[in-house]
């Protein structure tokens, strides 16, 4: 077993939050013998959630896509339903918050990479990134060999030690080090993350390498047809997953091959290479207005009322596109009908009950266009900054079978764990790790935009225990997602959904929230958590 100082530093940490779930099963063991709250947990109604799954994932809301009637639907569902439950808005429009998503691409006839005086038009061999920044932009460099462009000190990993790579263009693998923890491997394979690193490292640009040529043609058909940002109410614009990191002056895909005679790719250092390389890229804008839908319960307590934990769910999908079998509507009865209705359901139960501190229940937007509802949400956030102590995010638990087990994506980060350890205690279910760590899903949520701004967060995922040794979950979970994941075929049939797992599903977050709510403690980041030391101190 890997063992060095910061896994001492670990160790130290998972003692200090093992204390704190021993103290807090006794607490909260006596908490959840309140007759409001028991009373609340018997409400969950399958055949309520049911309902809304089949709403929102209907055929006329044609796949919920952001500037979209559908969408607009699904948009005055969510305030129908928030109205029903009593439940006060907390926009800036009533329980409208407004966001500006910008769709950006690149203007593929003057969009260029120049590599030793080679010219490479965007197509087959390179693509460059759309900028929500600068509609026109160029810069040029020495290339400089960066491995995975990860700077990771306390996983032993820096591929910028040593190495000047200021004013130059870093080359760069995709990925990341498969040995890393499953939430950093997640966390240092978003590439807007790579971005950051060489940006703050001075570097003038990236050229990010893909082996996989399908890969490379479909990021290059998606910046050919628009990647989006979002605008801040001061006008300033947040890039998105897929754009240029501010600082830099253009980012790049390349078929892999075309630098195989420069790069060793097992290298595991950095050098300088013999390439001069330029690139001019224009990008094309396109504002579409878009909602969050946002409302509040108020807290009890005169002083923690001040604070709030927020649930999250994303409303939006993919619309309509590419017909498979003679189908075009992407209906997202799983993604992300399910979290929704879910998230609608858990704030009902908070006004049945009493909690020390206030809830937010955010239904967002775009986060299928890179999270960009939520990382508006969290840069234009309804209450001050600073006030929002934790996230609890709802997205596609992929209610498929019974739940017995679940995976709770980045709460052993913080004592959020304790919450959950608690929960899942008195819901008879297990806690697993993450089964899947190579799907970086821990990065693929709204989760995620809360984490980069500082504030503990998770998103539960279903696990693989199951009754029936002879049943294997995980194939099953397998051959869903490779069917019908982003596909028209998730639409709504009975047989496809669980909803006593829904059931379970929805008391597990309302519980996580609710002992988070009425804490005397704030989460706080497990000490040396590498996003806590990162993000933490925002």
């Not at 390389?277 to 509040?296: C, E, H, M, Q």
């Not at 206030?358 to 840069?379: K, N, P, Q, W, Y």
């Amino acid at each position: 077993m890997f063992f060095n100082s910061n896994s001492k530093m670990m160790l130290r940490g998972a003692c200090f939050v093992s204390l704190m779930i021993l103290q807090s099963l006794w607490i909260h063991a006596q908490n959840f013998k309140n007759k409001d709250l028991q009373s609340a947990l018997k409400s969950v109604d399958t055949m309520r959630i049911r309902e809304r799954v089949i709403f929102l994932s209907h055929d006329s809301l044609r796949g919920r896509k952001p500037g979209s009637p559908g969408f607009q639907m699904a948009v005055d569902f969510a305030i129908a339903q928030f109205k029903s439950m009593g439940i006060e808005p907390k926009g800036d429009d009533g329980y409208l918050q407004h966001v500006i998503i910008r769709s950006a691409r690149v203007d593929t006839a003057i969009s260029k990479v120049v590599i030793n005086g080679k010219t490479f038009h965007y197509g087959k061999q390179v693509a460059l990134y759309p900028d929500m920044n600068h509609d026109q932009n160029s810069g040029n460099g020495k290339a400089v060999w960066v491995g995975y462009g990860i700077s990771a000190p306390h996983l032993g990993h820096d591929d910028y030690a040593s190495v000047d790579v200021k004013g130059k263009i870093v080359i760069i693998r995709s990925g990341a080090p498969l040995t890393f923890p499953a939430s950093e491997l997640a966390h240092f394979t978003n590439f807007s993350i790579k971005g950051d690193i060489a940006a703050a490292h001075g570097a003038a640009g990236i050229i990010l390498l893909e082996e996989n040529p399908a890969e490379f043609l479909y990021t290059a058909d998606v910046n050919r047809k628009g990647v989006y940002g979002f605008v801040n109410k001061d006008g300033s614009v947040g890039s998105g997953r897929l754009s240029v990191a501010p600082g830099l002056k253009f980012i790049a895909v390349a078929n892999a091959a075309l630098f195989d005679e420069y790069i060793d790719h097992e290298r595991a250092g950095s050098r300088e290479l013999n390439l001069e390389i330029s690139a001019a890229s224009k990008t094309l804008y396109r504002d579409i207005k878009s909602f969050n839908v946002v409302g509040w319960i108020q807290g009890t307590d005169p002083v923690l009322k001040n604070e709030y934990v927020i649930h999250t769910a994303h409303l939006d999908h993919l619309g309509v596109g590419k017909p498979i079998r003679n189908d075009s509507i992407y209906n997202g009865a799983h993604d992300n009908a399910s979290g929704t209705a879910c998230a609608l359901e858990i704030a009902g139960l908070y006004k049945q009950v009493k909690t020390k501190r206030s809830i937010l229940i955010a239904i967002v937007t775009g986060e299928e266009m890179g999270l960009v509802g939520s990382r508006f949400l969290v840069a234009n956030p309804p209450v001050p900054k600073g006030s929002i102590v934790a996230d609890i995010n709802t997205d596609m638990p992929t209610l498929i079978a019974p739940m017995l087990s679940i995976e709770p994506l980045g709460a052993k980060h913080s004592t959020l764990i304790n919450q959950v350890n608690v929960a899942a205690k008195y819901l008879n279910l297990e806690v697993q790790e993450d089964h899947m760590p190579d799907q970086v899903r821990f990065v693929r949520s709204d989760q995620y935009s809360f984490i980069r701004m500082g504030i503990p967060a998770l998103h539960v995922k279903f696990g693989l225990k199951t009754s029936n040794p002879a049943f294997n979950l995980r194939k099953h979970i397998d051959v869903w997602t490779e069917t019908h994941y982003h596909k028209p075929s998730d639409e709504f049939r009975d047989a496809s959904f669980n909803f006593a797992s829904a059931a379970t599903y929805v008391k597990l977050n309302f519980l996580i929230g609710y002992q988070v709510a009425n804490s005397s403690q704030r989460p706080a980041w497990v000490k040396g958590d590498f996003f806590g030391e990162t993000f933490g101190k925002k």
